[in-house]
T-cell receptor, first 117, second 113 residues
């Protein structure tokens, strides 16, 4: 069965609104979650690393005030795209690693296709 | 910073034949993991195979095997007896001490019947 649940799978929103994407670890405690963005026909680019109980670490070029990440529990991380614009339209995907950390294969959610009109 | 390079944007193979996808990487770390992920049109990331850098033996998973050359920083994927369902994007990825994955740009594999 699925190890990581990501919701919603698809979302269409109007420019200027905010969208929240949830990533849940179903089978184990996820101390670290990663958020990736994938534009069409491109690779996955890491946006930020989310650590339970602490602030997220953002990659260079990713606006932390625009992409708000909250990792309040060991099973849930959320990514909120604030004041979304058409250029934010993309495929967002989370991955999680457990307390075993380095030896755990990363598990991916099914992704969220965001379309901003 | 670590980088992963996949030099083949597209590859094709005849059904039942063998194909090799190339991947090279750059790192100064001595302990790390390497992965091949498959991404079909559904965009679900599917782990194909994983290699620990400290292991000299090449990883194998059924029809999938790797040729890991640590000194050359090369990590190619061989798919034997290719099947139509193998058609997908394949991403090579590196995981070092930071735990985050660094992906290559991907190789689109087409399997011809």
């Amino acid at each position: 069965g699925a190890v990581v649940s990501q919701h919603p799978s698809r979302v269409i929103c109007k420019s200027g609104t905010s969208v929240k994407i949830e990533c849940r670890s179903l089978d184990f405690q996820a101390t670290t979650m990663f958020w990736y963005r994938q534009f069409p026909k491109q690779s996955l680019m890491l946006m930020a690393t989310s650590n339970e109980g602490s602030k997220a670490t953002y990659e260079q070029g990713v606006e932390k005030d625009k992409f708000l990440i909250n990792h309040a529990s060991l099973t849930l991380s959320t990514l909120t795209v604030t004041s979304a614009h058409p250029e934010d339209s993309s495929f967002y995907i989370c991955s999680v690693t457990g307390r075993e950390a380095y030896n755990s294969p990363l598990h991916f959610g099914n992704g969220t296709r965001l379309t901003v009109t | 910073a670590q980088t992963v390079t996949q030099s083949q944007p597209e590859m094709s193979v005849q059904e039942a034949e063998t194909v090799t996808l190339s991947c090279t990487y750059d790192t100064s770390e001595s302990d790390y993991y390497l992965f091949w992920y498959k991404q079909p049109p559904s965009r679900q990331m599917i782990l194909v195979i994983r290699q620990e850098a400290y292991k000299q033996q090449n990883a194998t998973e059924n029809r999938f095997s790797v040729n890991f050359q640590k000194a050359a920083k090369s990590f190619s994927l061989k798919i034997s007896d290719s099947q139509l369902g193998d058609a997908a994007m394949y991403f090579c990825a590196y995981q070092g001490g930071s735990e985050k994955l660094v992906f290559g740009k991907g190789t689109k594999l087409t399997v011809n019947p």
